[in-house]
Structures are given as C-alpha cells and as structure tokens.
C-alpha cells in the first residue's frame, strides 16, 4: 500500500512505486488516493478527478493498482482501516507493507492507532534526499524493536516490522511545485507523465490558485 493524496500523481510517486516492486519483490503496490487526509489540508481537485489522474499516470504498468477504497469509505481516511481492508482480502499470511516517505514517517506517531498498523502490516519507509531529521520521541519508543536492516527480516513475517529503503532514483519532485508552476502557467513537462499533463492542461486544472 502507498497512499498519498496524489495532488496530482506525478513521477516521483510512480517510479517509486515501480521502484519499491522491485526492492521488495512485492506481488503488486495498491496507491490508495486519500479521500480526506486527517492530518494533511484538503486536496485542491476532486477525489474523482485525482483518481482519474492516477489511472491515466499507472497506464499498463505492471504491478501497479490505482485503489479506489478510501474514496469509496466515509469519514477520515485512516490506514489503518485500509489496511484492515487489505488484509481481510489478503488473508493473516499474506506479507503486507504499508511504504511512507520520510515527512509522513516523522508524524507517525500521530496518526491514528499507530500501534494498530504494526499489527496488520510492515512499515517501509522511503528515504528522500531532502528530508532529514531527528526522530520524535513518541516515535523512537513506537519503533522500540520493530526496525531490520533487509528486506529477507521484513518478509520473514507477515506484519510488525519497519525497513528504511533508500530507492534508486530517489526523485525530490513535489506535488506543491507542480500545482504552483501549473497555477503559474509554467511548464510540468517531465515531473508528470505526458497523459497527466496533457490531461491537466486541457481542462486547466490547478490553473487558479
């Protein structure tokens, strides 16, 4: 599971996800659009139109999902119901990751029942070149014996653990620059895959504001 608020998707999720595929040996990476994030602001389009965009963006690649289930769910969009619903579906053997970046990973702690999602699932972190900081208590005494260093320890069970994972490209594109350069008019050619931004552009979205 990567979730995000996809606003909109653009490379750096995707190839992340193909990436962390590849590290992991996953089956396949389920990116679940948040509906209404608890702890981010609200999404600037609308849930139909980010979905959309994430489909158009995975196209035929193989392994990716675009996962509809937090817009189809009321309330708050909290992973740990997602991965419940994951996990119903997958059965209590299946070896289930949930991957964050760094910035969501510092507010882990936060989020709700963090100890919950340790039981339904293993947390893999991706390491960004521009994020880098100490880690909050709370979040040091959550994490008390659940890190290993390979991914063999991680899938050695089906939940409970956490891997840090530097990917490859490690590609620093941000959604807040892409929707400002979009608002600006300024180019996105190559921080979006061409049928996002053909999509964006032909129906302004972002355009103001």
Known sequence: MLGGTFDPVHLGHLRSAVELREALALDRVHMVPAAMPPLRGEPRISAADRLALLRLGIGDTPGLVADPRELEREGPSYSAD???SLRRELGDDARLVMALG???FLRLADWHEPERLFTLAHVVV???PDHQAALPEALVDLLAGREVEESAALMARP?????RLRLPSRM???ATEVRRRLASGRSVRYLLPEAVEVQLLSRGLYRHG
């Open 102 to 104: 760094h910035d969501a």
């Open 159 to 163: 939940a409970g653990r956490l891997l």
């Open 172 to 174: 620093a594109i941000s």
């Open 82 to 84: 997602t991965l419940a």
């Open 126 to 128: 991706i390491d960004r």
